[in-house]
């Protein structure tokens, strides 16, 4: 069955960096479309990056600072997160499907267990 496990979240201080690993098993990375989602304190559900086949897409808030990657070999899902900020601080989901589905969480099928990211002073 499909399972996607995060790990590397943590407490940083603003401009720190952080980075997120999502192990994916069940299925294999390169023929889905994965992304990150995170809940934070008082905002809605929102998508952070999804990529597929190399092609990546980011939310505007978090262009030049985050990135997303995989490494097919290891079946694993990356974000690297650079020059933080308070407001980055939330819980962060690996989310896994066979079809893109952009920004509508609803629509993705496979979730983690989600990280927490806190970045405070």
């Known amino acids: 069955q499909v399972q996607l496990v995060e790990s590397g979240g943590g407490t940083v201080q603003p401009g720190g960096s952080l980075r997120l690993s999502c192990a994916a098993s069940?299925?294999?990375?390169?023929?889905?479309?994965m992304g990150w989602f995170r809940q934070t304190p008082g905002r809605e559900l929102e998508g952070v990056a999804v990529v597929r086949e190399n092609r990546p897409a980011y939310r505007a808030t978090v262009t030049g600072r985050f990135t997303i990657s995989q490494d097919h070999a290891k079946n694993t899902l990356y974000l690297q997160m650079n020059t933080l900020k308070v407001e980055d601080t939330g819980v962060y989901y690996c989310v896994a499907d066979r079809v893109c589905q952009g920004w509508d969480f609803s629509k993705y099928n496979f979730w983690g267990q989600g990280t927490q990211v806190t970045v405070s002073v």
């Open positions: 069940g299925f294999t990375t390169s023929s889905y479309c």
